[in-house]
């Protein structure tokens, strides 16, 4: 099946620092991927989705200057956390379609997860 | 707008008992159904889907039936392990101008005891 992979899976940062995350489709292409925060013992909350080459739409509530989403190639986009502050501590999800495997079923592949602590 | 809800947890099981995960979900149009489900510090994985009414998912020994009469996706398992200790999510996929739009439950934790 398709895989995206999710990097880092844990990152410790200080607070007024800003951290990068990359969520990669490995062996499919993916045009759209999907950024989720996932606060403890709750479920995902869709942030923004990442359009390749153009521009992420964020969902309400989500402020985008805080969260620069870039979506550069078919295979990578990327969360950058912009001077992380303590409540942006949290488990963020990235998922992609792969719209050549399953075309007509919307199913989701998941990265592994980035875990982020704000100090 | 469509919505997905699920039972509540924690469920807690022994080992072996039977499981049951209610799902039921509103859509406009007809949308896929699916369960994913989530291990301890882990993304989430696809579990089962099903596409069309009437279509049963199943994978690992678990099932769920695409019910559109009663808009459900129940998730079940006749014996359920210690390994299966996980949170559960129900969701649907329904296509829109532009592409999918998937509707996520708010996850079920179960505790399997050995």
């Known amino acids: 099946g398709a895989v995206v992979s999710q990097h880092p899976s844990r990152v410790i940062c200080k607070s007024g620092t800003s951290v990068k995350i990359e969520c990669r489709s490995l062996?499919?292409?993916?045009?759209?991927m999907f950024w989720y925060r996932q606060f403890p013992k709750q479920s995902l909350m869709l942030m923004a989705t990442?359009?390749?080459?153009?521009?992420?739409?964020?969902e309400q509530g989500v402020e985008k200057d805080k969260f620069l989403i870039n979506h550069a190639s078919l295979t990578l986009s990327t969360l950058t956390v912009t001077s992380a502050h303590p409540e942006d501590s949290s488990f963020y999800i990235c998922?992609?379609?792969?719209?050549?495997?399953?075309?007509?079923?919307?199913?989701?592949?998941f990265g592994e997860g980035s875990r982020l602590t704000v100090l | 707008g469509d919505s997905v809800t699920q039972m509540e947890g924690p469920v807690t099981l022994s080992e072996e008992a039977f499981l049951t995960i209610n799902c039921t979900y509103t859509?406009?149009?007809?949308?896929?159904l699916f369960w994913y489900v989530q291990y301890p510090g882990e993304g989430l994985q696809l579990l089962l889907k099903?596409?069309?009414?009437?279509d049963k998912g199943s994978n690992k020994g678990f099932e769920a039936t695409y019910r559109k009469e009663t808009t459900s996706f129940h998730l079940e398992k006749g014996s359920v392990q210690v390994s299966d200790s996980a949170v559960y999510f129900c969701?649907?996929?329904?296509?829109?101008?532009?592409?999918?739009?998937?509707?996520f439950g708010a996850g079920t934790r179960l505790f399997v005891k050995a």
């Open positions: 990442s359009n390749e080459g153009s521009k992420a739409t964020y």
């Open positions: 969701a649907l996929s329904d296509r829109r101008a532009g592409g999918f739009k998937t509707i």
């Open positions: 998922s992609a379609r792969d719209r050549a495997g399953a075309p007509n079923t919307g199913e989701l592949f």
């Open positions: 062996d499919f292409q993916a045009t759209t």
């Open positions: 099903a596409t069309k009414a009437d």
């Open positions: 859509a406009t149009g007809y949308p896929s």
